[in-house]
């Protein structure tokens, strides 16, 4: 059985993080000696631009790639070794994913994709239906859980998104470019609603290309060419000056 530490201070914690891949004769390094660590409950904005290697920290940090070289503890455990089993177990159960194109299906309710995400977790069926009603109230959609997606809005699709991703209750939420297919109102609420849920202490790491929205996290860094380095917190209030929406605005919803 895999046990993580439900109480650990430190989310995750990244170690002499390396991935590389084999292009023909030619080795390519897409991670180099990456080193980060992120607290309960902080919220950190990982921001880049594209081929940068964003997407192949994401996918380590998801557990859905496993690095060359280095260490990954998750809550206290060596994730980095894990067999597929234990992985799919800690990932399914303890991180959220949110994506920039939803990823929802169309031919089912709302309410029935956010309980999908619980479908291997032992969760009993008229619970998951409970669970996902209350995730859905909290990004405020209830009032949509018998729509399908086809009747919503991009901003409405991305809310049912981050219901199915926080339904489970997991330590760690991962948004890949969540606002990259919304207007800017509606990303404007879109990050109100993530501020929100970090004030909650939900622990978020969130990828992005996009400065203004790096801002609104606790802190960033960033990463060029595979390697990983703090910002400023001068750069960092300077980004959020130029975009700054108050946290309280998510709650009017596009």
Do not use: C
């Not at 790491?205 to 910002?231: C, F, P």
């Amino acid at each position: 059985m895999t046990i993580v530490d439900s109480e650990a201070e430190t989310v995750l914690a990244l170690d002499g993080i390396g991935r590389t891949y084999i292009s023909g004769e030619v080795e390519v390094a897409a991670l180099a000696e990456v080193h980060l660590t992120v607290g309960r409950g902080e919220y950190v904005s990982i921001v880049g631009p594209s081929g940068s290697g964003k997407s192949t920290l994401l996918n380590i940090l998801g557990l859905l790639d496993r690095p060359s070289s280095g260490s990954y503890l998750f809550e206290g455990l060596e994730v980095a070794d894990l067999d597929e089993t234990q992985r799919t177990a800690v990932r399914g159960r303890r991180i959220g994913f949110v994506f920039q194109a939803f990823h929802l299906l169309s031919h089912r309710s709302v309410v029935e994709n956010v309980t999908l995400s619980m479908l291997y977790t032992g969760v009993p069926a008229r619970e998951r239906v409970e669970r996902a009603r209350a995730a859905l109230a909290a990004v405020g959609l209830e009032q949509r859980a018998d729509f399908t997606p086809t009747r919503l809005s991009g901003g409405e699709r991305q809310r049912v998104a981050i219901a199915r991703a926080i339904v489970a209750d997991p330590a760690l939420l991962l948004a890949d470019e969540p606002t990259g297919n919304l207007d800017s109102k509606t990303s404007d609420s879109i990050l109100g609603l993530f501020d929100a849920l970090r004030a909650g202490g939900l622990t978020i790491v969130m990828i992005t290309h996009d400065a203004s929205v790096a801002s609104r996290a606790d802190r960033s860094v960033r990463i060029r060419d595979g390697v990983l380095s703090e910002v400023g917190a001068a750069e960092h209030a300077g980004g959020h000056a130029q975009n700054h929406i108050g946290a309280g605005q998510w709650e009017g919803r596009p």
